[in-house]
């Protein structure tokens, strides 16, 4: 299994980023994928999780309006688009992966900075 992050970068307060992640190794279009972020001296959180079919998208409050999850399965692509980015969205954002009941995968993780 391989998840690779792309798309993170500076960006200003207001602007908007794309994240990536491709994914390989696995049948991808089985599985629920999520997106996390961890901000530093803060705990990892959820930021926003996909059904496998990607018929069902669920959100962190904190990100719910500004932010959209999607996948392509054909690309085996889950994408985070951002929208209306503020300095508390700067983190390092990871695309991750459950198999089964306790086998965790993640990507390297991509940094995200939103400062003026």
């Known amino acids: 299994v391989q998840l690779v992050e792309s798309g993170g970068g500076l960006v200003q307060p207001g602007g908007s980023l794309r994240l990536s992640c491709a994914a390989s190794?696995?049948?991808?279009?089985?599985?629920?994928m999520s997106w996390y972020r961890q901000a530093p001296g803060k705990e990892r959180e959820l930021v926003a999780g996909?059904?496998?079919?990607?018929?069902?998208?669920n959100y962190a409050d904190s990100v719910k309006g500004r932010f959209t999850i999607s996948r392509d399965n054909a690309k085996k692509t889950v994408y985070l688009q951002m929208n209306s980015l503020k300095p508390e969205d700067t983190a390092v954002y990871y695309c991750?992966?459950?198999?089964?009941?306790?086998?965790?995968?993640w990507g390297q993780g991509t940094q995200v900075t939103v400062s003026s």
């Open positions: 991750y992966l459950r198999m089964g009941w306790s086998t965790d995968y």
């Open positions: 190794g696995f049948t991808f279009s089985s599985y629920v």
């Open positions: 996909i059904s496998s079919a990607g018929g069902t998208t």
